[in-house]
């Protein structure tokens, strides 16, 4: 745990030395959330469960952009976008959409999934392996399309 936990607090103090205060601000974001969690459930988080608090920050900020650009609020969505930005730089390395596809493809062959009724398996395979490293209703949506071709 202690290595996100420390990039966290190096970028926490890198930000407030060169006085970056929208970094600043988002870093102190990502900080309450997992203080907020650790409070929660009593426990201290493992380097996993910080992970899925950081990929919980990010689906909600895609979901405020949506909103936003809905809404015509383009200035908004910009802010949401910039924090994204600040978040993925403490997630492991994105997937490719291929590495996606062919993790999509083994699941799909493991779990034997032949129909949509089979996308609970398949995504409960995938989602401990792509937490952090890929946007799940991306991935949700590759699945269907995979499944429903058939």
Do not use: C, H, W
């Amino acid at each position: 745990m202690d290595s996100l936990q420390n990039r966290i607090r190096e970028a926490m103090k890198a930000a407030m030395k060169g006085g970056d205060k929208k970094r600043l601000a988002v870093i102190r974001l990502i900080m309450a959330a997992v203080k907020q969690r650790e409070v929660d459930d009593r426990i201290v988080l493992t380097e996993q469960q910080m992970i899925e608090v950081l990929d919980k920050m990010l689906k909600q900020r895609r979901e405020s952009i949506r909103q936003y650009r809905d809404a015509g609020r383009e200035d908004l969505a910009e802010i949401e976008a910039a924090e994204i930005l600040v978040i993925q730089e403490f997630l492991p390395q994105p997937l490719s959409d291929d590495e996606i596809d062919a993790m999509i493809r083994e699941a799909i062959t493991q779990t034997g999934a032949a129909s949509i009724k089979d996308m609970g398996k398949v995504m409960g395979l995938l989602k401990p392996k792509m937490q952090g490293r890929a946007d799940m209703s991306v991935v949700s949506g590759k699945i269907k399309a995979v499944l429903a071709a058939g």
